[in-house]
């Protein structure tokens, strides 16, 4: 039995993936191969954290994702003080 493609269900997971990396332990590695380590780890939070806040859309079999890169107009979210 075949289940149905559940756009949404494939952005929760995403959210979940963002998640495990921000809270994966850094292995015991040192210098060079730790500032590697940390620095993917920063990307793929990065990148599964954009997916997951996207609007998914299935229309006649194709799926597209809407993500809205535009800066935040809520000041609370501003970086600059």
């Known amino acids: 039995m075949e289940q149905a493609f559940e ?3 494939m952005l929760d997971r995403f959210k979940l993936r963002a998640e ?3 809270a994966r332990q850094i292995p015991p590695v040192e ?7 940390v620095e993917q780890a920063q990307l793929d ?9 996207g609007q998914a859309d299935l229309a006649d079999g194709i799926l597209t994702i809407t ?3 535009r800066p ?8 600059n003080p």
């Open 72 to 79: 935040s107009e809520d000041p609370k979210q501003s970086s």
């Open 7 to 9: 756009p949404q269900e």
């Open 45 to 53: 939070y990065f990148d599964f954290s954009i997916i997951a806040d």
């Open 67 to 69: 993500i809205d890169l």
């Open 20 to 22: 495990a990396v921000k």
């Open 31 to 37: 210098g060079q191969e730790r500032r590697r380590f």
